[in-house]
């Protein structure tokens, strides 16, 4: 885990507990870190499909290759992730050390290799010493157990400062099933399906089809709509198992109605998810919540909201406790979206501190002042051109980024 403090916005690691036809185990393999957890092997039951999402990043690491190729397929019977090199800008060797780990942990459990998916995650251009993971596969296999997601959580993590993970439990017709994921993001983090991981489980029976549109459409609501630093990293992953060892009623339509349950709860955990990276953005000590309204397009939007989170004149205005509102029209006009200045209204908190073009003379300053001094900052904007709406997440910008990033390669 990271050697910096502890975010201010930490959350602890809640109960996670056993999801059927789930194990998992984590070892120290000394990949590239000493004396803590590095390697990570999920075993899933046999009826396991899934569903997946990657970075959009045109430069993507031999893990995102082998995954996007595999997941044509449906199936997944295990999961290898390794913290502390990416493999990433690796030539043929990177693609070899993915096939190698995949074909390693394939023999343990007892499947293809193409049934295995793999996930990397640290420095970029640094190969990956896989004869170190095959060595330890077989130790790694002996320690599966369905109650270490605890450990999982922790051995993921970079530059992270706390472990993520979120459960909730929902229904499925009348069918109890578990929801459960685990994240790691601090840095590079402007999902587009930073470093952004996350993997997450459900003993739901479901097809391959119906997870993946379920999968598709709400990340564009949770993990593609943070950023801390507007850089969309290499190998963004979220993958999405479901063992199918639940007794749930067979579904073959995304719209069937006995779906809605799952698909709000999943979207529950998705956002639960991206807001504990956000609140481990390197240096972060405020969370931001802006939301757009007005827009000509729910795209547009996102859009705005996106330029707003990412401009660092507003994130250090949000450090300063500076209700600089001017620079949030600013960052509404570079956007390249419709906007209008003269109908433009800009809220910071439940204030509306500009209307329709102009500042509002008689707004609550001592109101606004307080709420800058609160550790979740809201800013609210009205374009007041159509329907568009959109909620976006991002996080201050502090001296602490700049020291965690200054010496990243020396960590």
């Not at 996670?16 to 998992?24: D, I, N, Q, S, Y």
């Not at 609140?279 to 859009?303: N, Q, R």
Request: charge should be negative.
């Amino acid at each position: 885990m990271s050697k910096y403090p502890t975010s201010p916005l930490a959350v602890s690691l809640p109960s996670l507990p056993a999801v059927p036809g789930v194990r998992l185990a984590s070892v120290e393999a000394g990949l590239r870190y000493s004396g803590r957890l590095d390697l990570t092997l999920m075993e899933f039951a046999p009826s396991t499909t899934v569903a997946g999402v990657f970075t959009q990043n045109k430069c993507p690491g031999a893990p995102i290759d082998w995954c996007r190729t595999i997941l044509k397929n449906g199936k997944a019977r295990g999961l290898l992730v390794n913290a502390g090199i990416a493999n990433v800008f690796t030539g043929k060797a990177g693609f070899e050390a993915v096939q190698r780990s995949a074909e390693a942990a394939a023999k343990v459990i007892g499947c293809a290799a193409e049934e295995i998916f793999v996930s990397s995650t640290g420095v970029i251009g640094e190969q990956l010493p896989y004869q170190k993971i095959i060595d330890i596969m077989p130790k790694l296999h002996q320690q599966l157990d369905e109650n270490q997601w605890a450990e999982t959580a922790q051995a993921i993590l970079t530059t992270d400062t706390f472990a993520k993970g979120y459960s909730l439990k929902t229904k499925i017709g009348t069918e109890t099933v578990t929801i459960q994921g685990i994240a790691k993001g601090s840095g590079m983090i402007a999902p587009d399906m930073a470093t952004m991981l996350s993997f997450v489980t459900t003993d739901a029976k479901l097809p391959t089809s119906v997870l993946q549109t379920l999968l598709s459409k709400k990340v564009k609501t949770t993990f593609n709509a943070i950023t801390v630093d507007s850089d969309t990293s290499t190998s963004d992953t979220l993958l999405l198992f479901a063992t199918g060892i639940a007794n749930t009623p067979e579904i073959t339509d995304v719209n069937d109605p006995r779906l809605n349950d799952f698909a709000t709860a999943l979207e529950n955990v998705l956002k639960e998810l991206a807001l504990l990276v956000i609140k481990d953005g390197e240096g972060v000590s405020k969370l931001i919540e802006i939301t757009v309204a007005g827009a000509m397009s729910d795209e547009s939007a996102f859009k705005i909201g996106m330029s707003i989170g990412n401009s660092p004149l507003v994130k250090t205005a949000i450090t300063g406790e500076d209700a600089n509102w001017g620079r949030i029209v600013m960052a509404v006009g570079k956007a390249g979206e419709p906007a209008n200045r003269d109908t433009l209204s800009v809220a910071i908190g439940d204030v509306w501190v500009a209307h329709e073009g102009g500042v509002l003379d008689n707004y609550d300053h001592a109101t606004v002042e307080k709420h800058m001094k609160e550790e979740t900052i809201k800013i609210k904007v009205d374009l007041n051109l159509g329907n568009g709406k959109a909620t976006i997440w991002s996080c201050n910008l502090t001296k602490g980024y700049i020291d965690i990033n200054g010496s990243y390669l020396r960590s």
